[in-house]
């Protein structure tokens, strides 16, 4: 599932501002 992926990258990205 390409969306999970995406999301999941959205997640880390905001975790790490």
């Given at each position: 599932?390409?969306?999970y992926y995406h999301r999941l990258k959205i997640?880390?990205?905001s975790?790490?501002?």
């Open positions: 599932m390409v969306i997640i880390i990205n975790s790490n501002t």
